[in-house]
């Protein structure tokens, strides 16, 4: 994971024209086509940016469940400048989670195994998913569970989601129609043009909306792009 912040300015300006849905905090989905895009170095970037700037806490929401990468990139010390992860909150919020658990095991807490971690000098939370409590032969799979995201609109000033690869994973296109926008991220000379309008079209037929496209590694940069064809 890497601090691409010096770069995104383009993409916050273009994040900020987001009108939020009813109840306050605007939510960005960053995804890919392909595996190795840099999407959590940008969804990490994003947020520790968004935080400096925001009214109330800022969420990074990873739907990695299996990895964690958010949070293991955090706790490794991404930035010099930011702090790692902290006291492990609940991140029920009281509603259906995002995830179930099959098969479920009874008087299993397993309605909480998602946790908030505080970023040590920043108001930003990273989740971070408790596979380990899950029993043998368990499997967690995503939902959107629009209460939930509720909730967490009304209590936060962003939410970043950090979604794995198209190619990897549905889970960004479970999740495409609660993001008000998504940023498709690209590796230059990597990605193609067919593979990038691809995936805006498989996230635009599950109701998302997707703003744009940045090109990561670009001369060791980060380029936003508005507008992008096929």
Not at 4 to 29: F, H, I, N, Y
Request: hydrophobic content about 45%; glycine content about 8%; charged content about 25%.
């Amino acid at each position: 994971m890497h601090d691409l912040r010096k770069e995104l300015d383009p993409v916050w300006r273009a994040a900020t024209r987001l009108s939020p849905a009813p109840g306050g905090a605007r939510v960005l989905m960053f995804t890919s086509a392909l595996r190795g895009e840099g999407v959590t170095s940008m969804a990490a970037s994003f947020a520790c940016m968004a935080a400096l700037r925001s009214e109330k806490p800022v969420w990074l929401v990873d739907l990695d469940l299996r990895r964690n990468p958010v949070y293991r990139g955090f706790k490794s010390g991404f930035a010099r400048d930011v702090g790692q992860p902290g006291r492990a909150y609940d991140a029920s919020l009281r509603q259906t989670p995002i995830y179930t658990v099959i098969p479920r095991v009874a008087d299993a807490h397993q309605d909480r195994l998602l946790t908030a971690h505080d970023i040590d000098g920043l108001p930003l939370l990273v989740t971070r998913f408790r596979g380990e409590r899950l029993k043998s032969g368990q499997r967690v799979l995503l939902q959107d569970s629009p209460n939930w995201w509720r909730a967490l609109r009304e209590m936060a000033g962003w939410v970043i989601i950090d979604a794995p690869a198209l190619e990897q994973s549905s889970a960004a296109l479970t999740m495409a129609g609660i993001a008000d926008g998504t940023i498709l991220v690209v590796e230059a000379d990597h990605t193609t043009p067919n593979e990038i309008d691809g995936a805006r079209r498989e996230l635009e037929a599950k109701n998302g909306r997707v703003i744009g496209a940045v090109l990561n590694r670009v001369k060791a940069d980060a380029r936003f792009a508005n507008r992008f064809s096929a």
